[in-house]
């Protein structure tokens, strides 16, 4: 564990330490305390220092771990290959293809800070440090790549099961791979493939919820969003979260490896915020306008255009048009 994460755990009963008695603990220095506290801060953590008291969280903190999503799972355990909680990694994603594929296959990895988190098409994913939802689970399918196309769609609707398990009311979907939460984005999801076109192929699926956003990370966020801080009014349970979703994911992925996307179609339409509503797609083409008429079996986004016809979208930048434009603002697409 880093001394970031070492100190964050000492500072997850929500009291203030010294510099002293945090070095003391971990067998560093004041100087080096205070260094890793202002690399803290820096991340967006907001930590308070009060001269003569020492340091202290913003809110209450319960730090990820193993042994407490193990006890949530219950006996859905077994489910699961293996939970890897780490204190820090370049992308939760990018950890399990790292690994042999023979035993990726069921394993689950959650961080508490990513340095380079990607969203879709590149953008990087803005998650304040111990503070939010950041998980990864692999997967193996016996067919090839073209089988596991509309995998995002379905793992949107294993995310808005576990949200609503978890008592948010409210959530639904925004092509393809975000969620919202009151026309705000609430989170994202990423799919990371390898293998080959005829078979097998290793899908890494990765989540990631906003759970509390500080103050310095939310001032360079572009575009409406919500945290599960908001949303629920409370401090957020993020291993009993992350329990959660872990089931629905497996479920879903063990579902969609017997049967596809068909089986939860019907599921995402209801879910898809913008389901009926009048849309602008960019970025696959000529600028197209229409009405969503929900997906079809390949997961790509239908809309029937002015003149009646119907198409469908692969790929592109979906965004309200027309008199939907007041209720919800255009929200850039991006993942976890």
Partial sequence: MSMRGAIMRILSDGSFHSGTDIGNLLGVTRAAVSKAVGTLIASGVEIHRVAGRGYRLEGAFEPLDGDRIQACLGTDAAMVGGVQVCDEVDSTNLELLRMPAVGVCGQVCIAESQRSGRGRRGRSWTATPYANLMLSIGWCFGEGLPAVAGLSLAAGVAAVRALREFGVDGAGLKWPNDLLWDGRKLGGLLIDLRGEASGPCLAVTGIGINVRISEQDAAGIDQPWADLHEV??????????????????VVTLQRFGRDGLEPFRDEWNRSHCYQGRRVRLTGAGPVSEGVVEGIDAAGALLVRDDEGGLRAFHSGEVSLRGADRAATPDLPLSGA
């Fill in 232 to 249: 629920l009014g409370t401090t957020v349970d993020r291993n009993r979260l992350a329990a959660l979703v872990m089931r629905e994911f």
